[in-house]
Each structure stands twice: as C-alpha cells, then as structure tokens.
T-cell receptor, first 110, second 115 residues
C-alpha cells in the first residue's frame, strides 16, 4: 500500500508568519510531488510541483524535496488570511497515477 | 475553455438506486480520473483512463463502473447505491508528456448523499 502522510492540523499561524507544511511518502519509486490547495467546498488547485531534490520557489511559496528521507514540504512566507485552506500533498507513484495525503488544514489568523 | 465540468453538483439517492455522474473535459487530455473525498480526508482514486476505450481500477473501485468512449467524456456509474458511497466526487484530467504537464485539472465536484 503506497501511502502519503501529512499532519492533519489544524495548523494556526499569525498573519505575516511562515507556515510550514510537511508530507512523507512510503514509495521510494515516487517520481513527482505536488502541493494542492483546497478551499472549503471547492476543488483542489495546484500550487506547486517538484521532482528534483532541493528547493523550488514560486513567489511566497517554496517546495522542498528530500528523496533520501522521503520527505517533501511546503513553506508559505508572509502568510495571509486568504491562505487559510486545506493543503493536499500528492505523489505520482507510477505512470499517471497519483496518491494523495489526507491534507493539512491551515488557519492564518489576522 | 471550460476545463473540466461535472454534473450534477448535488444529488440525493435512496439506497439501491443507480445514477451516472457526468464528467467532460475540453482540453484534449488523454488521462482522466475519478476520485472520492470523504469529510476531512484526502482523495481516493476510484477509476482512471489513459485514453478512449481504456480504463482501469484505482484504489476503491467496488460499487462503481466507468466507460470512456470519447476523449472528452468519462462518466462514473453507481449501481445499487449504498450509504458508504456518500461522498464528494471529483473528476480530473491531465496531459501526457513533460513534468510540468502532470498537473491535474479538477472539476467542481459532485456532492452525493445516499440515504
């Protein structure tokens, strides 16, 4: 059973702080890693993807991947109340199939 | 460009009834997926398709069937609905080729209640 795990939260941070979201995965053959944001009652939308070890930055978001530790994280700098949502970690394990984690609920307090 | 569309948005079924959830994409994507999302949980793959005429089971296929007669459409059939199938159903599609093309585009979801 290929698994993706995340802290369910809720993770609460004050506005302007850095939010750190973590994800671990069980399949060493995993190839690509994705972070989706899902607002309540809405469908997931892609924030970032990463497939090489190291950091990848896009605006206020940074994804970090460590394949040796089977760990991927998402940092959100200067967190805003509009960032309050559930963040889903997804892993492409083979072909075109993806395994999703349970999501971490983030609350950014004004 | 509508992206991925799903109908209906909401549905209440009685136990034992059947229904079809519709999914259409206009991006000419080869790969299409059906997921279910239970409250507070992530997405579980029900079925997927790599192209017209080709479908395969995902993690939780029992109680569901799919078909893919065209590139655009990927309907999900529920036979003999059970309370355990109460969930939000998302259809998604993705293109083939290039790491950046593995983004999945999701439809707005269908909220199904079986009572």
């Amino acid at each position: 059973q290929k698994e993706v795990e995340q802290n369910s939260g809720p993770l609460s941070v004050p506005e302007g702080a850095i939010a750190s979201l973590n994800c671990t995965y069980s399949d060493r053959g995993s190839q690509s890693f994705f972070w989706y944001r899902q607002y309540s009652g809405k469908s997931p939308e892609l924030i970032m993807f990463i497939y090489s070890n190291g950091d990848k930055e896009d605006g206020r978001f940074t994804a970090q991947l460590n394949k040796a530790s089977q760990y991927v994280s998402l940092l959100i700098r200067d967190s805003q109340p509009s960032d309050s949502a559930t963040y889903l970690c997804a892993v492409r394990v083979y072909g075109q199939n993806f395994v999703f984690g349970p999501g971490t609920r983030l609350s950014v307090l004004p | 460009n509508a992206g991925v569309t799903q109908t209906p948005k909401f549905r209440i079924l009685k136990i034992g009834q059947s229904m079809t959830l519709q999914c259409t994409q206009d991006m000419n994507h080869n790969y299409m997926y059906w997921y279910r999302q239970d409250p507070g949980m992530g997405l579980k793959l029900i079925y997927y398709s790599v192209g017209a005429g080709i479908t395969d089971k995902g993690e939780v296929p029992n109680g569901y069937n799919v078909s893919r007669s065209t590139t655009e459409d990927f309907p999900l059939r529920l036979e003999l609905a059970a309370p355990s199938q109460t969930s939000v159903y998302f259809c998604a599609s993705t293109d083939l080729g290039g790491q950046s093309s593995y983004e999945q585009y999701f439809g707005p979801g269908t909220r199904l209640t079986v009572t």
